[in-house]
């Protein structure tokens, strides 16, 4: 499952599933852009404050899954309001700001997301709306989004399923009486 951290705020307890760095692929496809397989790293942390933040780095795999070339990146800061209300600032390397809204599920987590506001550089993409969806489900963490440009109708385009990185500190502080050396341990 996940550990909710004694310093986090009770409004964000709700979001305590997505903390942690998490590794994995999914696919982005997207006209007017080359169809690939993707590898993703995100990191959702918190330090006290009112909010979660959050980076993400994705590249193009080739066949073999072997890093090709950055594909997006991307960093902000996700809040809870009432009612379960999320709210996300985010900023991506192409010259795109968003602000997205949406709330946290019932029950299970998982949280749909719709930008409210786009924000973007004179050389950024085409870009006019998005919508995701990201949700736990069996102790991975899955999303898919959903873009639109000024010519291209609202579609899912990237997605993936990222698995928990577990820090070998977590489970080996539960290790005791090892010894210096620790080869004893393995005789």
Not at 121 to 133: E, I, M, N, Q, V
Not at 142 to 165: C, N
Request: proline fraction near 6%.
């Amino acid at each position: 499952m996940f550990e909710i951290p004694s310093d986090m705020k009770s409004e964000l307890v709700p979001l305590a599933w997505l903390l942690g760095n998490w590794e994995g692929a999914g696919v982005f496809d997207f006209p007017g852009a080359e169809k690939c397989n993707f590898g993703q790293e995100v990191v959702f942390g918190q330090d006290g404050g009112d909010f979660l933040f959050y980076v993400s780095r994705t590249w193009v795999l080739d066949d073999e899954g072997k890093k090709v070339r950055p594909l997006e990146s991307e960093t902000g800061y996700w809040r809870v309001g009432e009612d379960r209300k999320v709210d996300v600032v985010m900023v991506r390397d192409d010259g795109v700001a968003e602000n997205w809204y949406g709330e946290l599920a019932e029950g299970k987590p998982q949280i749909d997301l719709a930008t409210d506001a786009i924000l973007r550089t004179p050389d950024a993409p085409p870009y006019s709306a998005g919508k995701r969806l990201y949700g736990y489900v069996n102790g991975d963490l899955m999303w898919v989004g959903e873009k639109a440009t000024p010519d291209i109708e609202l579609r899912p385009y990237m997605s993936a399923q990222l698995k928990k990185v577990v820090d070998p500190s977590e489970w080996a502080k539960d290790i005791k009486d090892l010894p210096d050396d620790g080869v004893a341990f393995f005789r």
